[in-house]
Nanobody
Framework: VQLQACGGGMVQAGGCLRLSCAASGRTFSGYVMAWFRQAPGKEREFVAAIRWSGGTTYYLDSVKGRFTISRDNAKNTMYLQMNSLKPEDTAVYYC????????????????????WGQGTQLTVSS
């Protein structure tokens, strides 16, 4: 499994940006795909997750209403639409994947994810 994240950049507070994560290497039915972020000096933090089959989503409270996670089955690509960006959203964003039974809740723990893409930097200026 390979994950390729892109779409980061610099944006002013209040702006928007969309991250993409292209997935390859297998079909992703039964997988949970997620976005994490890591700011300098801080631990990696869960942002949002989506079940590839069914599309159930889950968000970090501080991004609810501002970020939207989605996936395009045909393109094997996951997205994170980020609106109303704040300086505190500044971080390196990573996409991740894990095969997870639909009977289990979505996991927000980085250690539970088996596959990771390279990070993409988002900088939000005030």
């Amino acid at each position: 499994v390979q994950l390729q994240a892109c779409g980061g950049g610099m944006v002013q507070a209040g702006g928007c940006l969309r991250l993409s994560c292209a997935a390859s290497g297998r079909t992703f039915s039964g997988y949970v795909m997620a976005w994490f972020r890591q700011a300098p000096g801080k631990e990696r933090e869960f942002v949002a997750a989506i079940r590839w089959s069914g599309g159930t989503t889950y968000y970090l409270d501080s991004v609810k209403g501002r970020f939207t996670i989605s996936r395009d089955n045909a393109k094997n690509t996951m997205y994170l639409q980020m609106n109303s960006l704040k300086p505190e959203d500044t971080a390196v964003y990573y996409c991740a994947a894990v095969k997870r039974s639909p009977l289990l809740v979505l996991t927000t723990t980085p250690a539970n994810y088996d596959y990771w893409g390279q990070g993409t930097q988002l900088t939000v200026s005030s």
